[in-house]
């Protein structure tokens, strides 16, 4: 299994960015897929989760409104669509997978597998 994320830049506040989860060694319809971000000197925080099982989409109040995912089963990818993005978005974006159901869903605990994360800075 293997998770590999993309799409982190360094952006201005109000600009949007598109992360991409490519995963391998599983498909969407036994996992669901999360992401985190984890800022310097902060707890990892869970920001969204998809189950295409359940057909579920969450997302953390810090993000809703402004945060799509998303996915495509044919290639085997979670997008995380992120707008009007905050300085205070910046952070390491990981995303992760876990056996469906999730119980809590942005949880760490729950998920087995993870990438490596994708650096988002954005700018005042």
């Known amino acids: 299994v293997q998770l590999v994320e993309s799409g982190g830049d360094l952006v201005q506040a109000g600009e949007s960015l598109r992360l991409s989860c490519a995963a391998s060694?599983?498909?969407?319809?036994?996992?669901?897929i999360g992401w985190f971000r984890q800022a310097p000197g902060r707890e990892r925080e869970g920001v969204s989760y998809i189950s295409e099982s359940d057909h579920i989409k969450f997302y953390a109040d810090s993000v809703k409104g402004r945060f799509a995912i998303s996915s495509e089963m044919a290639k085997n990818t979670v997008y995380l669509q992120m707008n009007d993005l905050k300085p205070e978005d910046t952070a390491v974006y990981f995303c992760?997978?876990?056996?469906?159901?999730?119980?809590?869903?942005?949880?760490?605990?729950?998920?087995?597998?993870w990438g490596h994360g994708t650096q988002v800075t954005v700018s005042s």
């Open positions: 060694g599983f498909t969407f319809d036994t996992y669901d």
């Open positions: 992760a997978a876990a056996r469906s159901p999730l119980d809590n869903g942005v949880r760490s605990s729950e998920y087995e597998f």
